[in-house]
């Protein structure tokens, strides 16, 4: 049986830990690296040759797809989600297999099955990924408004008028100019619902609208702190950096 070179691509320390765990009986699969960050997974993979990524879809630097499609040869590749329920659809018909998390371990072993049977296949492979591509990459349109279930309510919000959201647990709260909004969504989901090209995600518990920033101050420690317009302060963590600093010249 042919042996697979593979890495984890990952910003979940859980989530890379558990993917190692399940393949620590898996004799014919050697993990060369584990990465956090997508962008230094990216340039592992500018270098050297792999046969099986496991790659996570959300992720902050950059995002499953987005890595992917900067690579010129793609190895058969498993995705992992939490929520993208759009992808889990294109995923059906075009990728290796998904896994939807949490997962078993029976379930990660039959996406281990799926990539030997199609390990002869590697030119349709190519093909179903780059159709993959073709189809989650195709413009977004992003509402102006949304109608957010607050606890009894259902209020209709701006966008525009967003200034940042802050995690509550599996829920959010949303924070306007002049006043704040439960939402019964959480953070990842929120953010799914916005243009990524205006809000941004700085922390694990915050995200804020790219338009309400008035200045950044770097902490001294590979992070930042956000100022926004309403002189709210808040921190911009070493992990997600990265996305504050494609915002840079």
């Known amino acids: 049986m042919k042996n697979f070179s593979a890495i984890v691509i990952d910003d979940e320390p859980p989530a890379r830990d558990v993917i190692l765990e399940y393949l620590e009986d898996v004799d014919w699969v050697e993990v060369q690296q584990s990465f956090s960050n997508p962008r ?8 050297h040759s792999v046969d099986l990524l496991f790659l996570d879809i959300q992720m902050p630097q950059m995002n499953g797809f987005e890595l992917v499609s900067q690579l010129e040869d793609i190895p058969q590749i498993i995705f992992s989600t939490a929520y993208d329920e759009y992808a889990i ?7 290796v297999d998904y896994l939807l998390k949490p997962y ?77 909004l439960f939402c019964g969504l959480g953070i990842g989901k929120l953010l799914e619902r916005l243009d990524p090209g205006k809000f941004v995600r700085v922390h694990r518990s915050h995200a804020i609208s790219l338009s309400a920033l008035r200045d950044l101050s770097p902490d001294g420690y590979g992070g930042f702190t956000a100022t926004l317009q309403d002189n709210t302060e808040l921190k911009v963590s070493r992990t997600y950096a990265d996305t504050i600093k494609d915002h840079i010249i």
């Open 40 to 47: 230094e997974a990216l340039s592992y993979l500018k270098k």
């Open 89 to 95: 659809r294109a995923f059906d018909i075009n990728a």
């Open 104 to 180: 078993t371990k029976e379930r990660f072993l039959e996406a281990l099955r799926r990539v030997q049977n199609m390990a002869t296949a590697a030119g349709s492979q190519q093909e179903r990924i780059q159709a993959l591509l073709r189809q989650v990459q195709q413009k977004k349109d992003y509402p102006s408004q949304l109608f957010v279930r607050s606890r009894n309510r259902i209020v209709p919000v701006e966008v525009e008028n967003i200034l940042w959201i802050e995690a509550e647990g599996d829920y959010t709260q949303i924070y306007l100019e002049d006043k704040k």
